[in-house]
């Protein structure tokens, strides 16, 4: 009988539920440990859901060595450190989103896993949404014809308690932004990975009603390197949160659809009806509520990428875009210009 692959949690906070039920659901994986400073979240967690060990010192589950992947949890401006350290320890990571950041903790973590020889997984779960997938293929068989825009509305609500409910939140240190950052950065890295890669940005960003140190409310132009334009609106100041939507457009076609699935699926001379798909969770007014099956699905992947040797799904690499858009997005803010993205 072959093993199961073997994983661990770092972090016990509220995207770690996803990430066990995930691996418990798993024919192929074993969650064997979970790992938090605040050590009764680890053992509550770890109860729930028949976690073998529970511990507050991440170094001593680190030494050992049946552990085969690392799920890091934490807060966003801490995922590089632990990421380093795990491969430092020979174990394959995936890391929840954002990759980190900054610019220097990403390069790091992709340069040490890289090194290392281990695999570093992002959970970017839109990415394995029906609709996302079918527009990204109907984009890139010209369906559309010449693209023109790719615009993504992501209009959240989080009310005051939420920004203090943990410490990091909505702080620059470890949150590393506000509604695009924590949010926005799922819808980020989608429209990219639909439409290509964004070649430019010219942004206002600003906390318009929260009273935190990062933005509550963004709004971006993009250029992509393609030469499409789009706009990208980020918010958590919004109430009610709306349905994330999704908005692409070619000389030759229209895709629109949002968490509730298809508005408009058209082409020049074409009858083709939408694809069907089923509504997915939206988290537009409750971070809890979010669809697990793009974990499911991304564990899988990761386990897979493992045995055959891939990369996994999701790079650091493809996962460092989004912040990289995001970390334009604040500076042409701060600047009032156009930045162009490296």
């Not at 819808?187 to 935190?212: C, E, K, N, P, T």
Request: net charge negative; charged share 25%.
């Amino acid at each position: 009988m072959e093993r199961k692959m073997r994983f661990a949690l770092v972090g016990a906070g509220v995207i770690s539920t996803s990430h066990a039920k995930a691996i418990t659901s798993n024919s192929h994986a074993e969650l064997v440990a979970v790992c938090d400073k605040e050590i009764e979240k680890a053992q509550k967690l770890a109860e729930t859901y028949q976690i073998g060990s529970v511990y507050q010192d991440y170094q001593e589950m680190l030494k050992r060595d049946d552990i085969d992947v690392i799920n890091v949890c934490l807060p966003s401006g801490m995922h590089s450190d632990y990421t380093v350290e795990a491969a430092q320890a020979g174990k394959h990571i995936l890391c929840e989103k954002p990759l980190d950041i900054t610019r220097e903790k990403m390069d790091r973590m992709i340069n040490e896993t890289r090194s290392r020889g281990v695999k570093l997984g992002v959970i970017y779960q839109r990415r394995t949404f029906p609709a996302a997938v079918a527009t990204r293929n109907a984009i890139q068989t010209g369906k559309l014809g010449k693209m023109v825009l790719g615009d993504a509305y992501l209009k959240y609500y989080r009310s005051p308690e939420y920004y203090k409910s943990a410490g990091w939140r909505g702080t620059w240190a470890l949150d590393g932004g506000g509604a695009l950052m924590n949010q926005g950065v799922h819808g980020i890295d989608l429209i990219q990975w639909m439409m290509g890669d964004i070649h430019s940005v010219f942004a206002y960003s600003s906390a318009l009603v929260r009273d935190i140190e990062v933005e509550d409310t963004a709004v971006a132009a993009v250029k992509y390197k393609s030469g499409a334009f789009g706009v990208i609106q980020g918010t958590t100041s919004v109430y009610p949160g709306q349905e994330t939507r999704f908005e692409v457009h070619g000389n030759d076609g229209s895709i629109i659809f949002g968490d509730s699935g298809f508005k408009q699926w058209k082409f020049q001379g074409s009858d083709e009806e939408a694809p069907q798909v089923e509504a997915t969770a939206s988290a537009s007014n409750d971070p809890k509520n979010i669809s697990a099956n793009g974990h499911f699905i991304l564990v899988d992947d990761m386990i897979k990428a493992i045995l055959d040797n891939r990369d996994p799904m999701v790079t650091g690499e493809e996962a460092r875009k989004a912040v990289n858009v995001i970390l334009a997005i604040y500076q042409s803010a701060r600047e009032g210009k156009e930045i162009v993205i490296g």
